[in-house]
């Protein structure tokens, strides 16, 4: 049984905007700032991943045109590569992603916590416990079906983007004259050269590039969009000018309203915005803020990554009953319900799957590099198709290499960085593909 299409060119538009924009906005410039150690090197990085998220952006909304199937993520890598690589990587990502709604969530929940309960109950018991209710809400909103949970996305990321705007608006109420002009320096104390410019950019794009990141996961919906061959390239780009817009300016103010050096060192960069508009009440309006982040983020995952697994179980590398659909309301009950579940276990490890999501940075830059080539796989593959009903990606195949360029010089960058959080990514990886196999060999002999 497969999804009616349901969503919109604004409905799919606000999930790209959702599936991007989370918590990193509110914490990467300060270790962008610290890497970068000059202005220009800070506004060059996110200019460039700006640039980087363009090339890719339109190379994922061809992708998405010639291939608009439920769980795309998962089936571009099966159809261009082989289903083994697309279940490592989907596993990868499935996991990553309920570490990261389980981590936000106790974000959240801590913000929310300090505002809505007496200090005596600001416990780490009550945290989770918030955390955990919130990720139930989203779960029955969910149950309700695509309708209910895509309208719930659009008001979130409304007001969300709304908040973000708010937080820009900070440069009118004062900015923060540099009384020290920042200065580059090598790591050895000599002058800097090109080399040392080029290594501390990469540092940068590795913040810079996953603050991007998201995206991708747009073509998981491919089959529920109306028009898909038409609407998902135009929600891709729509959805992504208006993160590099809000990217852009909110960095702009950071420097700015907070000062250059200091934000290389500031603790709660938006907090401090906040404060400039909201005076001593600006922390409870951050707390907001948060909390709505938090919100969009946790309904958006829930939404995506299901379909994903929906799609492994269609192919058979998971069980088939993760492609089971209700019929009543179309929603895909097993994948949604299995993935909560992970994400609400994982709240009460989530210190220990930090470490893990350090080590899938790497693989996530090479999943982003790998995915993005399946364009030329099914350039040729759907050839025959009527050039004037998909969309096509413009200066092919320059746009296209430069993304895969990019994504593969943030691998470098992070291997460069840390070689363990690389190699401990690899073998994760490893392991994944060996439980496909595993499992492939058990089915077959049973």
């Known amino acids: ?97 309920a570490a990261s709604v389980a981590a936000i969530s106790i974000i959240g929940a801590e913000y929310l916590g300090k505002i809505v309960l007496p200090e005596e109950m ?20 969910n149950l309700l079906g695509l309708k209910a949970s895509a309208k719930t996305q659009n008001i979130l990321t409304i007001i969300k983007i709304g908040l973000i705007l708010l937080l820009i608006c900070a440069i009118f109420f004062g900015s923060q004259p540099e009384t020290i002009k920042p200065i580059f320096k090598a790591a050895d104390g000599a002058l800097p050269t090109w080399s040392d410019y080029g290594k501390a950019l990469g540092l940068c794009l590795i913040a810079v590039s996953f603050s991007y990141a998201g995206y991708a996961q747009t073509i998981n919906f491919g089959g529920e969009v ?65 909390f709505i982040s938090v919100m969009g983020y946790v309904n958006v995952n829930l939404l995506s990554n299901p379909r994903a697994m929906f799609a492994m179980g269609e192919e058979g590398a998971l069980p088939k009953i993760f492609s089971k659909m209700s019929k009543k309301t179309e929603v895909i009950t097993v994948s949604l319900t299995v993935f909560t579940l992970i994400a609400v276990v994982i709240i009460f490890y989530a210190k220990t799957f930090d470490k893990i999501l350090n080590y899938t940075i790497f693989l996530e830059s090479i999943s982003m590099a790998s995915s993005a080539a399946t364009i ?35 691998a470098f960058s992070i291997y460069a960085d840390d070689p363990n959080a690389a190699l401990n990514g690899l073998y994760i990886f490893i392991g994944f593909l060996a439980i496909y196999f595993i499992a492939r060999w058990l089915k077959k002999n049973s």
């Open 122 to 141: 600001q416990t780490d018991f009550y945290r989770v416990a918030i955390a955990i209710t919130t990720i139930l809400i989203f779960y029955f909103i």
């Open 226 to 290: 109306k028009e898909a061959k038409k609407v998902i390239p135009r929600s891709i780009i729509i959805g992504l000018t208006i993160i590099v817009i809000l990217y852009l300016a909110i960095n702009y103010v950071y420097v700015k309203v907070i000062g250059f050096e200091e934000l290389k060192t500031a603790e709660s960069i938006a907090a401090i915005l906040a404060s400039k508009i909201f005076g001593p009440a600006g922390f409870n309006m951050l707390s907001v803020i948060i």
């Open 1 to 97: 049984m497969q999804p009616k299409k349901q969503l919109s060119l604004f409905d799919l538009s606000m999930i790209v905007v959702s599936l991007v924009i989370g918590m990193g906005i509110f914490r990467t410039p300060v270790n962008v700032a610290a890497k970068a150690q000059i202005p220009e090197l800070f506004y060059l990085a996110w200019f460039i991943g700006g640039i980087v998220a363009f090339c890719g952006a339109l190379t994922y909304a061809e992708i998405g045109s010639r291939f608009p199937v439920t769980g795309g993520y998962y089936k571009i890598f099966s159809a261009a590569y082989h289903p083994s690589i697309a279940f490592a990587i989907n596993c990868i990502v499935i996991i990553s992603s």
């Open 376 to 410: 030329f796989v099914l350039r040729k593959r759907t050839a025959h198709l009527d050039q004037k009903t998909i969309y096509t990606v413009p200066l092919y195949p320059v746009l296209p290499l430069i993304f895969i360029a990019a994504y593969t010089f943030v």
